[in-house]
């Protein structure tokens, strides 16, 4: 890398870090919060839903804008309102306050993503540096997720929660400052418009679903709000699609979904963060309620997952040069699949946390892997007027199988205690463990999945 392609790497990996480790800092401190502000504790959740509502439902929209009106421009602006969201959210005294600081990080999210993916695509031709860079934020993104649960612990309980949001503002003042310096800026390469339509039902349409799966975690499957919300959501979509069919200047062209690398590399990607920021819920779970460690303890035991992910970050790329793309993905499911099976194996001893740390290391190496070759296979073999789409995607994919994952395996847990009709350390084991199981096959059955219908270009054919 040249000394301006490390430069510019730093910064957009600060910026996409600091915003995954915003998905899950405030987790640990809810009770805390809602204590200070005034949330009443059903409401508490949407402390965390409405960051997650608007960083999954806006992703899209916002990436189209950014290769509309120019990368740097809208990575600028979401740096912006991060901070000057994170500066309301240390400062309030109420909830509603609280919430709005909440949306604006959300929305800030869905600005930053896509456009930092987009400008890191830009700045590394495809190849060995791209795969490496790619590498690189894949493991932050995800190891941003366990920071934050390590980093909420360790601000609330040695400073205030409030220092969960102002640790962003002096970020977001340093990528201000260095960014326009050291990005340039992305230009359309002709003549485009955005599809008002189009973003107004796929936005709408995310909304819907996001919601419905937080409503199911919270209540149930069968609950009519929820299933209110999936039909909206499923008319939504459809609508979109029509609306994509006719589009001068569709949202998403519909062509680049029949492309296998991107319609699959999809799909391997949302069920990667399903499956690893579900499996860190069971967990914590499993180490207050059956263990009894204190949020802090559940906390700092996750750093070993942190580790893992960042390892698998740096040897993703290796992986995928030996063996290509597909089986990255395909391998990576495997290992992750049989280490997360392990873990049913979890009993009330203390002893117990030993099969945790080796278990959740190794799968969340192989996570990475697998994270890494899917950001490699959706983003890559494009031409340039198609990669801010591509990465909007991608990004995408991420916001909601972290969005996802949480509310299937806790409706998965809940419909176990239900079934027990008790809340003890064995039913929450039991529950956690049925959990486990499932979070186990969908990794093997997505492995089976992608190595069958996952078609790569010819160029890498012999790789893959």
Do not use: H
């Not at 993104?141 to 640790?167: K, N």
């Not at 680049?256 to 967990?283: H, M, P, Q, Y």
């Not at 847990?413 to 096959?441: E, P, Y």
């Amino acid at each position: 890398m040249t000394g301006k392609q490390r430069l510019t790497l730093i910064v957009l990996l600060t910026a996409s870090f600091t915003l995954a480790v915003d998905f899950s800092i405030l987790n640990v401190a809810l009770p805390t919060i809602g204590a200070d502000v005034g949330f009443s504790l059903e409401n508490l959740q949407w402390i965390a839903t409405s960051f997650a509502l608007c960083a999954a439902g806006f992703t899209l929209l916002f990436g189209r804008v950014a290769d509309i009106v120019g990368r740097r421009r809208m990575f600028l602006i979401g740096m912006a309102l991060l901070g000057a969201g994170s500066l309301l959210g240390g400062l309030a005294v109420d909830p509603a306050i609280l919430l709005i600081a909440r949306v604006a990080q959300g929305l800030a999210t869905a600005i930053v993503v896509p456009a930092a993916l987009s400008l890191l695509l830009g700045s590394f031709a495809e190849g060995p540096l791209r795969d490496k860079a790619l590498g690189l934020n894949g493991a932050l993104m995800a190891a941003g997720f366990t920071t934050g649960a390590i980093l909420g612990g360790l601000l609330t309980d040695l400073l205030s929660w409030r220092w969960a949001f102002f640790i962003n503002i002096p970020i977001a003042v340093a990528v201000l400052v260095i960014a326009p310096i050291v990005l340039a800026e992305s230009k359309p390469t002709g003549r485009t418009r955005l599809d008002v339509p189009g973003a107004i039902t796929v936005t709408a349409g995310l909304l819907a679903l996001v919601f419905g799966l937080t409503r199911a975690a919270e209540t149930s499957w069968t609950d009519l709000l929820t299933l209110v919300s999936f039909a909206i959501a499923i008319v939504l979509f459809a609508a979109f699609t029509a609306i994509e069919k006719r589009a001068e200047f569709p949202l998403v062209p519909l062509g680049i979904l029949k492309r296998s690398t991107v319609a699959w590399g999809n799909i391997a990607g949302i069920l990667a963060f399903v499956t690893e920021t579900s499996l860190v819920f069971l967990l914590t779970l499993y180490l207050q309620q059956v263990l009894g460690y204190t949020p802090l303890g559940a906390g700092l035991s996750f750093a070993v997952l942190g580790l893992g992910t960042v390892l698998g970050g740096i040897i993703g790329p290796k992986v995928i040069g030996a063996v290509g793309n597909k089986r990255a993905i395909v391998y990576g499911f495997i290992v992750q699949g049989i280490a997360t099976a392990s873990l049913v194996m979890l009993g009330t001893n203390g002893s117990a946390i030993i099969l945790l740390l080796a278990a959740t290391f190794i799968g969340g190496v192989a996570n990475l892997v697998v994270i890494v070759g899917f950001m490699v296979t959706a983003t890559s073999g494009l031409p340039d007027e198609e990669q801010g789409l591509a990465t909007g995607l991608a990004t995408m994919s991420q916001q909601i199988g972290i969005t996802m994952g949480i509310p299937i395996m806790s409706a998965i847990f809940t419909a176990q205690l239900l079934a027990l009709g008790s809340d003890s350390s064995a039913a929450v084991l039991s529950g956690v463990t049925l959990a486990i199981w499932v979070n186990a096959a969908l990794c093997i059955a997505t492995a089976l999945v992608v190595s069958l219908f996952l078609r790569t270009p010819k160029a890498a054919a012999a790789s893959a």
